[in-house]
Nanobody
């Protein structure tokens, strides 16, 4: 079955960096777009970044220039490199893909930006 498993979250100081990973299984990873979302406490889940089949990338204005999305189709893995982190980046981060037209989500990984 389709599975998405995120990892790489943690506690980081403002200005620090983290790289999140999303390992996919159960579908042809390279044939679908991959997206990252995040949800902060008390807020709606919001889209953060996306990468298409041809590795074209898209970013929310709030993270543009600080986050980089990438993918390794050989390893069925997506990445979200995050730099210059701010306290407002604190959230649970989820990866998302839609093979067969259905949305699949990972369990999420917590990112906390605090001094």
């Amino acid at each position: 079955q389709v599975q998405l498993v995120e990892s790489g979250g943690g506690l980081v100081q403002p200005g620090g960096s983290l790289t999140l990973s999303c390992v996919a299984s159960g579908f042809t990873f390279g044939s679908f777009s991959l997206r990252w979302y995040r949800q902060a406490p008390g807020k709606e889940r919001e889209w953060v970044a996306g990468i298409g089949i041809g590795s074209n990338t898209y970013y929310a204005d709030s993270v543009k220039g600080r986050f980089t999305i990438s993918r390794d189709n050989e390893k069925n893995t997506g990445f979200l490199q995050m730099k210059s982190l701010k306290p407002e980046d604190t959230a649970v981060y989820y990866c998302n893909a839609s093979p067969g037209g259905r949305d699949y989500w990972g369990q999420g990984t917590q990112v906390t930006v605090s001094s």
